[in-house]
C-alpha cells in the first residue's frame, strides 16, 4: 500500500478512494490490505458502537441534566437556568443524530466522496440558520426553537449520512456488518482515544473557566447584582464560539493534509510530507494571525454579530475586554 488516510479502522488507497480494513500509517497493516471482507465489518462495527455510546450519553445527560449545567455555571440565576435547562433538553435528545452525522463524515471522505461529506455537513448548518428564525421568532418557541433548530439541521446531516452509506462506491454494507467485531474494533479504537482526550480536555478547561466567571463575577460590585449577573457567562459564551469557527477552520486544514502525507510517506518521500507540514504550520499561523487582528481591531462589531447590540454598556466593555484578552494568543498554530 502506497499511503492511506487514518479513519475509524479503515485505509484509503490514494487516487481510486478503495477502502481497506486495518488502522492505517503502518507498514504492518498492508498485510491486510487484500482483506476486504474486514471493510464492512470495519464500518458496521464503527456505526454500532457510535450508536450504543450516543444513545447512553443521551440517557446520562438527560438524567444529570441539572449536576452538568452547574458544574458549567448554569446556575448563575434562575432565568439563564430555566432558559439553560430548556435548551439542554433538546440537544441531549439530538446526540444521537450529530454523533452519528459526525462519525460518518470521515467515513464518506475515506469512501471517495469529500464533496458529498462536505455537502451534508453544510446542508445541516444551512437548514439550521434558516429554521432559527422561523422557530425562534416566526413560532414564538424562544429558546426551544434555537434548540430544535439545530437538533433539525443535525438530523438532517444523519439523514444524508444513512443516504450515503446505502450507495457507497467501494463497500457493500450487508446485515452481519453491523455487529460487533472486537478484533477490528481494536484496531480503531485507540486511534480515537487522541482525539478523545483533547476534547475531554478542553471541555474541563471550559467548566473551570466558567465556574471561575461564576464565582468571581459574583463578587464584582456589576456583576454581583441580579440584572447583571448573566453578563460574565453570555459574554464568554460568545467568545468561545468565535474561538470555536478558528479552531475548525485549523483542524480543517490539517485534516485536508492527512492522506497527501499518508501517501507522500508510504511512497518513501518524508521530504514532501515535511515539507507539507511546514506549509501547514505557516498557513495555521496566518490564520490565527487574521483572527487575532479582527478580534484585537473589531470586537464590538463582532459582538452585534451575536445579538448583543441592545445589551447593556456593562456588556458591550466586558465583551470587549473579553475578546482582547481570551483571544491574544490564538495567533499560534494549533
Known sequence: MIGCQIVPGICTRPHTGAIW???CGTERNTLGAGRKDDAH???GS???LCVIVSLGLTALYLALREPILTLFGG???EETF????EYFFYIAIGIPFYMFGQAMNPIIRSDGSPKFAMVSTVAGAVANIILDPIFIYGLKWGMMGAAVATVAGQILTAVLAVWYLRHMKAVSLERSSFRLHGSIAMQYLPLGI???LSQFSLVVSMAAVQNMCTKYGALDPVFGQPDFSHIPLAVLGIVMKFFQIVISISVGMAAGCIPVVGYNIGAGRGDRARNLFTRLLAAEAIVGAIALVIVE???RQLIGIFGAANESAYYTDFAIRCFRVYLCM???PR
Not at 430555566?82 to 435547562?85: D, V
Request: charged letters at 15%; glycine letters at 4%.
Open 41 to 43: 465489518k470495519s464500518i
Open 82 to 85: 430555566r432558559h439553560a435547562k
Open 297 to 299: 481591531l473589531f470586537p
Open 330 to 332: 490564538c495567533h499560534w
Open 21 to 23: 480494513p486495518g488502522s
Open 46 to 48: 464503527a456505526i454500532l
Open 194 to 196: 487522541c482525539s478523545f
Open 75 to 77: 446556575r448563575v440565576n
